[in-house]
């Protein structure tokens, strides 16, 4: 008779295979491959009238895996977002000019070049491996801009592809690296890592900042600003803008450190070193962003960029800050836990919504939550008064949507984290996302991944509401009534 095993039989079985495959790869490869065992890289920036950002990567690579490798093939900036021009790349001392890849593989890995070896490469040996190039956008964009440049988490430094075999992995940097940062003298900066001293080359500065292994991946902000305080110390909201603050700007610096404060303490440090959040004015950048609602307002993993018109208004307005405090609940919901495709909005647009009712009820007390609940459900209401389709569920709902289809998601997904509150108390909902993002800090974070770990924390099943909220239409009759009085008291 066949025998059925259990779940339980099986994953021990899995289990145990996997830490045996474990144990044989860390004395003989199973495939091959290559690491990445020291990286340094150096950006300049070179003002005029077209600036341009100057880029020179060095790496030390050792073959690692089990054969010899004829090349490798790696993702460089891409042409047409970032201006690259003027690639150029050395092994071991010798110019080398990267070749398309065979056509078959040209659509799983766009954007990649082959680099090959003069010599196939031998196991266990190394290759000094050398990349410069320059990024020069035919318009102000989101790489730089006449006055200072930003430089995001990803697509400016070259990526490392693994070989194609099915048990190769990818290279990653090494534990700890470090980075310099050539600007302007007048210029400010806030990079990722640890400060490791700068010093003057004539009119300009050199800053040097060293990543360790759990730093993720590095971010540049620098530019020619005034700044609202020189102490950097943790607590504080650092504003940077073209003209000096306008008057009454000191309630809006007190409001964005207190929020930062609230963000740290219900979903964890951002990393191991005291931070505080950049308010940064920015003209130069495009705005585009899946949710509507944040306006002139987008995160980077240090803080928030705003417009200048925005900037004035966040200065004297309620709405423009809560907007801004959605941005700012991104550093955390957008760098260290990143959604994966299929989250994007139930994670990555849910989560900094929920973040921001969290900073209301935190600031201004109870009664700001529910205010903020009533919001999201009359901003529903309203979408799906003017839907003209079939409304869709939210991990089904795409970019392609109408606007209206869109805004009832983004105002229904942070709302499952309320409804997860009112069934399992603030602390467990807000311990299981932080648990999520120390657990799975950088890496690509599912539904099923962000319910687990609530799961654990609440001590029971939350498939029900998951289901009700991400994967039906609608919004569920138990929490519009809980929270129908509100709505008619508002009216």
């Known amino acids: 008779m066949k025998r059925f095993y259990s779940p339980r039989e099986i994953g021990i079985a899995v289990l145990t295979a996997a830490v045996l495959c474990c144990t044989i790869s860390c004395a003989v490869p199973l495939a091959p491959g290559y690491q990445v065992v020291k990286q340094t890289f150096e950006v300049q920036f070179v003002p005029g009238t077209t600036p341009e950002l100057r880029l020179h990567n060095a790496y030390t690579l050792q073959n690692s895996g089990n054969a010899p490798l004829d090349f490798i093939d790696v993702v460089f900036p891409d042409a047409k977002t970032y201006g690259r021009t003027n690639l150029q790349v050395q092994l071991d001392g010798r110019a080398t000019t990267p070749q398309n890849l065979p056509e078959e593989y040209q659509v799983g890995s766009p954007g990649a070049l082959r680099v090959a070896f003069a010599s196939p490469w031998p196991q266990k040996e190394k290759r000094e491996l050398v990349v410069d190039y320059t990024l020069t956008p035919a318009a102000p964009s989101d790489a730089q801009a006449a006055e200072g440049f930003h430089l995001g988490t990803r697509g400016w430094l070259p990526v490392f592809l693994p070989p194609n075999h099915i048990l190769a992995s990818t290279p990653t940097r090494p534990t700890t690296m470090s980075y310099t940062v050539k600007v302007p003298g007048t210029f400010v900066i806030v990079a990722r890592g640890s400060a490791a001293g700068r010093k003057q080359d004539g009119s300009d500065t050199i800053y040097q900042f060293n990543l360790s292994k759990d730093d993720l991946a590095p971010y540049i902000v620098a530019g020619h600003y005034l700044s609202s305080s020189e102490s950097k110390k943790p607590g504080d909201a ?97 760098d260290a836990l990143s959604p994966a495709p299929a989250a994007t909005i139930a994670v990555g647009e849910g989560l900094p919504g929920y973040a921001t009712i969290v900073i209301d009820d935190a600031i201004d007390g109870p009664p700001a939550r529910g205010a903020d609940v009533v919001k999201l459900l009359q901003v529903y209401a309203d979408a799906r008064s003017q839907l003209k389709v079939a409304e869709k569920s939210v991990v089904a709902t795409i970019p392609a949507d109408s606007p209206e289809q869109r805004r009832m998601a983004y105002a229904k997904a942070p709302l499952l984290f309320i409804a997860l509150e009112d069934s399992c108390g603030s602390g467990s909902v807000r311990q299981g996302i932080a648990d999520s993002i120390q657990l799975l800090r950088g890496k690509e974070v599912s539904v099923n991944d962000l319910r687990a770990a609530i799961e654990y924390r609440c001590g029971k099943s939350l498939a029900e509401p998951f289901r009700a909220w991400l994967y039906n239409p609608g919004i569920p009759a138990g929490f519009r009534e809980r929270y129908g009085s509100l709505e008619e008291n508002k009216n």
């Open 238 to 334: 650092i504003f940077w803008t073209a003209q000096p603050l306008p008057a009454g700007a000191a309630a809006t610096q007190q409001r964005f450190a207190t929020a930062w404060g609230v963000l740290q303490k219900n979903f964890g440090q951002l990393n191991k070193r005291p931070t505080m959040p950049f308010i940064v004015e920015s003209p130069s950048i495009s705005f585009e962003t899946a949710d509507p609602s944040t306006g002139n307002f987008r995160s980077f993993p240090g803080g928030v960029f705003v417009t200048p018109a925005a900037f004035i208004s966040a200065t004297g307005s309620k709405e423009p800050i809560e907007r801004s405090e959605r941005a700012l609940a991104r550093t955390w919901f957008g």
